[in-house]
């Protein structure tokens, strides 16, 4: 098969389809490291609530805001309980991103942060 042949598939009528949408356009992440918490911390799926010295980081992928939690310098990262997030465009993953960091400075068993007019 032909270089052509292998990556485009024929829409109906034998005419090619477009290529999928370039996925580095439908995708962004942030990290936000050192953060102290406030007292209580940040909930976790896994183990609960975690605090001290934390780490944020947040992925936007299919629409949604995937935020996650670890101890600063660990391997271990945990989900942020209540995430993923809706988030229709990167914009508001980003704003999500941030709630995410205010919330875990103010403590008190940080959840998953609503994405912005929700």
Same mark, same amino acid.
């Given at each position: 098969?032909?270089? !052509?042949?292998?990556?485009?598939?024929?829409?109906?009528? =034998? @005419?090619?389809?477009?290529? /999928?949408?370039?996925? @580095?356009?439908?995708?962004a992440?942030?990290?936000? !490291?050192?953060?102290?918490?406030? /007292?209580?911390?940040?909930?976790?799926?896994?183990?609960?609530?975690?605090? =001290?010295? #934390?780490?944020?980081?947040?992925?936007?992928?299919?629409?949604?805001?995937? #935020?996650?939690?670890?101890?600063?310098?660990? #391997?271990?990262?945990?989900t942020?309980?209540?995430?993923?997030?809706?988030?229709?465009?990167?914009?508001?993953?980003?704003?999500?991103? !941030?709630?995410?960091?205010?919330?875990?400075?103010?403590?008190?068993?940080?959840?998953?942060?609503?994405?912005?007019?929700?």
């Amino acid at each position: 098969m032909s270089e !052509q042949q292998q990556g485009a598939a024929a829409a109906p009528g =034998g @005419r090619p389809t477009e290529p /999928p949408a370039d996925p @580095r356009a439908s995708w962004a992440t942030w990290t936000t !490291q050192s953060i102290i918490s406030g /007292p209580g911390g940040v909930t976790t799926a896994e183990v609960g609530p975690i605090s =001290g010295d #934390l780490t944020v980081h947040t992925t936007w992928v299919d629409g949604e805001a995937r #935020l996650t939690v670890q101890y600063t310098g660990a #391997l271990d990262w945990y989900t942020v309980a209540g995430s993923p997030v809706p988030a229709g465009d990167e914009i508001t993953a980003r704003a999500i991103h !941030q709630a995410m960091v205010n919330a875990v400075k103010a403590g008190r068993g940080a959840g998953a942060p609503s994405a912005p007019g929700m």
